[in-house]
């Protein structure tokens, strides 16, 4: 396939909140530059970005999809990403490696939460941002009003590039800003189209945009500024200079008016991109780390040696694991021998492809900048850099958003416990944003995602890949027991059985201490009753049953315990029976000192639109939450909440379900605190209950 140098390249990832366009943007990006003869549909399962089977059941992107084509003899490499919240940490990893963001917003919705946090992901990566309004080709429409949305989010810096000439059915038209030209596009969806100079009142609004677009662009450069002042106008030379500069600074984020099941003013985006968009060239060097002395360093795009980083991995059955990459500096050929200075091993590179969704093709040579995937690697995975010896360079791991929904698994056949430890290994491997935990202390499995419908992918994988079948149920909340007063106990242990006997004597005092500190194990014996050799056998038997938990079977903490004096016997005193009574004394003296259950407490950060606010913060109520805190940010509203793990079961299910699916969520634990008490005594008689069944 042709090679493309670095300054040839456009990254453009497509973000956004679901039903935004962006499947279909994609695929009338491929149509208009040759590389399919029709456009697919998403109700078809035919689009060539969504080719999973689990999309094309759901009709949904899962995964970000790449694709490319070539336009005015620049390489378009599109990154499909998906819109749903369950899976918008695909975006996350897009926009790490992408050069420029386009957030893709439908106009009859505005602006929505996906949209700011895809915006907020492309300011933190230092993206230039395109806004494409799509849609227009619907019903009552607005392009002002959604124009002056997504001021309100991204500032005003949001110029029309082009904008339409007959929005609504039957869209065709767009008037385009740059050349002043009326552009009409043929309706058989590929995009082809003609363009004539604006004559009358678009005129005028041609004349009246292209003005604001030269201002804006002036604004992000001082000289330009000055001449734009002294001349009234810029000259072609000096805005094609001023628009980069301008791009990636945000003074200007072009907008553009698409149809994307039409294929209209599709093209002119194309156009702008190829002509004007940030190359790699462009972005300056990337932070990175020694991998020998951990030292800062930085990584350049004309490096000499190769530097990659593996943004996506896709498990396949049939050709293993597919590694999705970035070149940040070199470049890449088959048959390159490279170091993963993230895992310290090493991996012989085969073939490297290009890809159009699952379509894949051969390429010798990629230079830095280019996007593409490898096969088959060993032990390479997502976030892992891969470079030449020379370069020991480890490129910073992408910053996944933590998983907020939570459910613990079992098998429901006998013997699939190895094919399901396999699996969720393989698919935490291609999906950083799911985890999953074997819970010792608690005897349970517990898988962790962004979303319901996440966890509902991940179990259909299971089942589709390794051929087991899984049921889910609400995880045990990790309580933990404590007191709140001092107590004191003497504890004898005798048997005598035939044989030999065992007795231990152990008096024990227990204190509580202040919260997060543990439990600390001391002895203050004096005299000769006790034989100091058995001190390590108490403290063993106080650790074992701390452990197993006194009142509701959950770890003890938070207290001293003092073994301050007991009686042993010449023959029969020996470890297990100091471990025995041990044990015993620190259960009765915990059972006299007030003992009490604590409940893990979380920080819980909610963003939702204003209309949602009293809905939410009383659901929030609702579950014993206490307010921290809320912050306004541009139509939407941050609420700070603490709330008790307990409360969060499925939490995310229920706010999407109160904020019409607009609302997310992110929680963190923050520390242990008393419960109430009427809720200690059901969580107490349950564990009891359970107790006397087993």
């Given at each position: 396939m042709k090679e493309y140098p670095s300054a040839d390249i456009r990254n453009l990832a497509l973000v956004g909140h679901a039903g935004a366009g962006k499947t279909m943007l994609a695929e009338a990006i491929l149509a208009a530059g040759g590389v399919i003869n029709r456009l697919g549909s998403i109700e078809n399962g035919s689009t060539v970005s969504d080719f999973q089977a689990a999309e094309h059941e759901r009709q949904v992107s899962i995964g970000a999809s790449l694709m490319h084509t070539d336009w005015t003899g620049k390489k378009l490499n599109i990154i499909d990403t998906p819109g749903y919240l369950d899976f918008l940490a695909e975006a996350k990893a897009a926009l790490r490696v992408a050069d420029c963001a386009a957030l893709v917003i439908n106009v009859a919705e505005g602006v929505e939460v996906g949209t700011t946090q895809v915006a907020e992901w492309a300011d933190q990566n230092g993206l230039a941002k395109f806004v494409v309004l799509n849609g227009v080709d619907k019903e009552h429409v607005n392009f002002d009003s959604a124009v002056a949305g997504t001021r309100e989010l991204l500032g005003s810096g949001v110029t029309p590039l082009t904008v339409p000439v007959n929005a609504g059915p039957g869209f065709n038209q767009v008037l385009d800003v740059l050349t002043k030209e009326v552009v009409t596009y043929e309706t058989d969806g590929m995009g082809k189209?003609?363009?004539?100079?604006?004559?009358?009142?678009?005129?005028?609004?041609?004349?009246?945009?292209?003005?604001?677009?030269?201002?804006?662009?002036?604004?992000?450069?001082?000289?330009?500024?000055?001449?734009?002042?002294?001349?009234?106008?810029?000259?072609?030379?000096?805005?094609?200079?001023?628009?980069?500069?301008?791009?990636?600074?945000?003074?200007?984020?072009?907008?553009?008016?698409?149809?994307?099941?039409?294929?209209?003013?599709?093209?002119?985006?194309?156009?702008?991109?190829?002509?004007?968009?940030?190359?790699?060239?462009?972005?300056?060097?990337?932070?990175?780390?020694?991998?020998?002395?951990?030292?800062?360093?930085?990584?350049?795009?004309?490096?000499?040696?190769?530097?990659?980083?593996?943004?996506?991995?896709?498990?396949?059955?049939?050709?293993?694991?597919?590694?999705?990459?970035?070149?940040?500096?070199?470049?890449?050929?088959?048959?390159?021998?490279?170091?993963?200075?993230?895992?310290?091993?090493?991996?012989?590179?085969?073939?490297?492809?290009?890809?159009?969704?699952?379509?894949?093709?051969?390429?010798?040579?990629?230079?830095?900048?280019?996007?593409?995937?490898?096969?088959?690697?060993?032990?390479?995975?997502?976030?892992?850099?891969?470079?030449?010896?020379?370069?020991?360079?480890?490129?910073?791991?992408?910053?996944?958003?933590?998983?907020?929904?939570?459910?613990?698994?079992?098998?429901?056949?006998?013997?699939?416990?190895?094919?399901?430890?396999?699996?969720?290994?393989?698919?935490?491997?291609?999906?950083?944003?799911?985890?999953y935990r074997v819970d010792g202390e608690l005897h349970q499995t517990v898988i962790s995602g962004m979303g319901e419908l996440h966890l509902r992918v991940v179990c259909g994988k299971l089942k589709e890949r390794y051929n087991v079948e899984v049921e889910l149920y609400e995880p045990k909340v990790p309580y933990r027991e404590t007191i709140k007063g001092r107590g004191e106990a003497k504890y004898r242990h005798k048997k005598q059985s035939g044989g030999a006997g065992q007795f231990a004597e152990v008096w024990m005092r227990v204190e509580p201490k202040e919260r997060d500190s543990g439990l600390e194990f001391t002895d203050s014996l004096v005299g000769m009753n006790v034989d100091r050799v058995f001190v390590p056998s108490v403290e063993k038997g106080v650790k074992a049953i701390s452990t197993e938990g006194v009142v509701a079977g959950y770890r003890v903490v938070d207290l001293k315990v003092d073994f301050y004096d007991g009686k042993m016997h010449p023959v029969d005193s020996k470890d297990v029976a100091f471990q025995i009574a041990g044990r015993g004394a620190f259960r009765e003296a915990v059972q006299g000192a007030k003992p009490c259950l604590l409940e893990p407490i979380y920080n819980v950060e909610v963003k939702i639109p204003d209309d949602f606010t009293g809905a939410v913060t009383g659901d929030l109520n609702s579950r014993r939450g206490r307010m921290q805190g809320m912050d306004a940010a541009g139509g939407f509203q941050v609420v700070k909440a603490h709330i008790p793990q307990k409360e969060l079961y499925r939490y995310s299910t229920t706010l999407r379900s109160l904020t019409e699916g607009r609302g997310i969520h992110t929680e963190e634990f923050s520390h242990y605190e008393e419960m109430p008490g009427d809720l200690q005594k059901k969580v107490i008689d349950a564990a009891q209950k359970e107790k006397e069944e087993e």
């Open positions: 189209c003609t363009a004539a100079a604006a004559d009358g009142d678009l005129a005028d609004q041609a004349e009246e945009l292209h003005a604001a677009l030269i201002e804006a662009v002036a604004s992000a450069d001082d000289a330009l500024m000055e001449k734009f002042f002294e001349e009234g106008t810029l000259s072609e030379e000096d805005l094609k200079a001023g628009l980069e500069a301008a791009l990636l600074s945000g003074e200007l984020i072009p907008a553009f008016a698409t149809s994307a099941t039409t294929n209209v003013g599709v093209s002119r985006l194309m156009d702008f991109t190829a002509k004007y968009g940030i190359a790699p060239t462009a972005r300056g060097p990337v932070p990175a780390i020694n991998d020998k002395d951990d030292s800062e360093t930085e990584v350049s795009i004309d490096g000499p040696e190769p530097v990659l980083l593996i943004f996506k991995t896709i498990s396949d059955r049939h050709v293993g694991n597919l590694s999705f990459f970035k070149i940040y500096s070199g470049t890449m050929a088959a048959g390159n021998d490279l170091k993963n200075t993230t895992q310290k091993s090493s991996e012989r590179i085969g073939q490297i492809f290009v890809l159009n969704g699952k379509e894949s093709e051969s390429a010798e040579k990629l230079h830095a900048g280019d996007l593409g995937a490898l096969v088959k690697l060993k032990q390479t995975h997502t976030c892992d850099t891969l470079c030449s010896a020379k370069a020991g360079v480890v490129l910073p791991p992408i910053d996944f958003p933590k998983p907020n929904i939570h459910e613990a698994l079992t098998s429901k056949a006998k013997g699939d416990e190895d094919k399901i430890a396999q699996g969720l290994s393989a698919l935490h491997e291609e999906d950083p944003t799911f985890v």
